[in-house]
């Protein structure tokens, strides 16, 4: 099936080396339907892992979450290879890594059905880290006297999970201690073609130039009648029997899409830099800032396609297969089994953020075929969940805006983090154009970095001003756990019951790097 991209975390293989790893089961209690007079449906089982290796008494406890996908791959997240590791061993604290809702092995109901996923929406994880942290009896000793309301909490998260870190500081203000929000998606944006902005604007400008040539010839020739010509483009790529001419075009985005798994300790040889070299490496010689122009670079894009990009984007799967997205017989549409992050992410991004990463307006220098549209996307979300969505979603952007606040976010205690280079800039609080001061209560620091890069310590050891941003970080979440003080907060209960107030109910929700 055509591949998407979420907001995902750099997965971290290291091993612990002193660490004490645990696995815990946790009965969760938020099955409650939004806006349905039902009191509960119960509990269900929520996986979290955790460490108390840096551990001593008073000391903070450290709730991380991956969001949207198996939080298994992400254990090292609780280690010093990390902020959360980091924060952990300069305050003593404990380390917690929780899955989220409906992703891994963490699934209130047995499928993924329509009817069962009305139960994933952004209510829901904000109110299981506030029972999580309430009601949790840790493996570790007083583990049963270590509850949000006696001992101070800390909340972090990169990418959805810093977007939800965010979003719960709002709506369960004082609850958490201080946040830690790296690259955190805060506003809810449907045609989010600003995703290859950063991109486009810090590439190689000879592989950027080269690039928005290929993809307005591309659309000159799909949108003209010469059937002769655009079968010559498509064979060109391989891509000779995918049906669907938008099929083809946002197949291309593969390429750009590479970018987000770029890092700033890893080397020239990542995926994205042998697309450029591909294009840009001639004889030898690279291309000037101008590139080549539109005949080497399209034959030289259309090349590395077909014989080498292709096999590693599919396989041996038929290319229509792996690349279209009209037939609905296929079980990427039809599969509702449990531990499928992309159908439950599809589910928040069809109902709740949106998030197309399609092309530019316009008149506006585009990396991607106007042909890919917002309504590329909503399309795929009828076919994926149909008893939802007879008609294409109105994706409720606006109402998750105005609940937790997006871009005009002001609380205690929280710090962002985000990167110069990170294609999801443009939704975070560092976004062009979006005049939110950083302040000694609510920081905002921006690096050099990439996607979530904040997060691992080895991107600070690499680059100086991702090192400053953890430093700023660690210096700010220390005054403040310096000063907590148990404080009053709002019960479960009655924040569900608020939550029957809505005039819809919010119904469904995102990713952050596996470490490598």
């Known amino acids: 099936m055509f591949l998407r991209l979420s907001l995902s975390l750099l997965v971290l293989s290291q091993s612990f080396a002193n660490g004490l790893r645990t696995d815990g089961r946790f009965n969760a209690n938020s099955m409650r339907k939004p806006a349905l007079p039902i009191p509960s449906l119960g509990t269900f089982t929520q996986r979290y892992w955790h460490t108390y290796e840096f551990y001593e008494q008073g000391g903070p406890i450290v709730l991380f979450s991956p969001g949207e996908g198996n939080a298994a791959p992400f254990y090292s997240y609780l280690t010093n290879n990390t902020i959360n590791g980091q924060i952990a061993q300069q305050e003593n604290g404990a380390v917690v890594l929780l899955e989220h809702r409906f992703y891994g092995l963490s699934n209130p109901l047995p499928d993924l059905s329509v009817e069962s996923l009305r139960l994933l929406t952004v ?222 992410w599809s589910w928040t991004v069809c109902n709740d953020v949106g998030f197309s990463q399609n092309a530019a307006p316009v008149g506006h220098p585009t990396l991607v075929s106007r042909l890919v549209q917002p309504a590329y996307k909503l399309r795929q979300c009828q076919q994926m969940f149909p008893e939802a969505f007879p008609q294409p979603p109105n994706v409720h952007t606006g109402q998750i805006n105005s609940l937790y606040h997006g871009w005009n976010v002001s609380v205690s205690n929280l710090f962002f983090a985000n990167g110069q280079r990170d294609p999801w800039r443009y939704a975070t609080v560092s976004a062009p154009g979006v005049i939110l001061k950083s302040t000694p209560s609510q920081p905002i620091a921006v690096s050099e970095g990439f996607h979530c890069g904040d997060l691992l310590t080895r991107e600070g050891v690499a680059n100086p001003t991702v090192l400053a941003v953890q430093k700023q970080a660690l210096a700010a979440i220390k005054t403040w756990i310096a000063a907590w003080k148990p404080a009053k907060v709002r019960s479960v209960r009655d924040s569900r019951i608020r939550e029957r107030k809505l005039k819809k109910p919010v119904d469904g929700w995102f990713r952050t790097p596996v470490l490598e």
């Open 123 to 344: 209510q829901q994880a904000i109110d299981d880290y506030e029972y999580f942290a309430k009601n949790v009896i840790l493996p570790m000793p007083n583990g049963d006297k270590l509850s949000a309301v006696t001992t101070p909490w800390i909340l972090t998260g990169g990418s959805y999970s810093g977007a939800l870190t965010s979003w719960t500081m709002v709506n369960k203000p004082g609850f958490f201690a201080a946040g830690y929000a790296s690259s955190a998606v805060v506003e809810a944006i449907l045609d989010f073609w600003q995703y290859f902005e950063p991109e486009r604007l810090t590439m190689p400008a000879n592989c950027s130039a080269d690039v928005e040539r290929v993809i307005a010839h591309i659309d000159e020739v799909f949108t003209s009648s010469n059937e002769t010509a655009i079968q010559a483009i498509k064979e060109s790529f391989g891509l000779g029997d995918v049906t669907h001419l938008d099929d083809v075009a946002g197949a291309l985005r593969n390429n750009l899409w590479d970018w987000q798994g770029l890092t700033l300790s890893g080397g020239p040889g990542a995926q994205f830099f042998k697309f450029c070299d591909a294009l840009e490496v001639k004889d030898g010689v690279s291309a000037p800032a101008a590139g080549w122009g539109l005949e080497h670079a399209l034959d030289a894009w259309s090349s590395y396609w077909k014989t080498t990009y292709l096999a590693l984007l599919c396989g041996e799967d038929d290319v229509e297969d792996c690349l279209g997205t009209y037939d609905t017989s296929q079980p990427y549409w039809t599969d509702i089994s449990i531990d499928n992050s992309e159908r439950s």
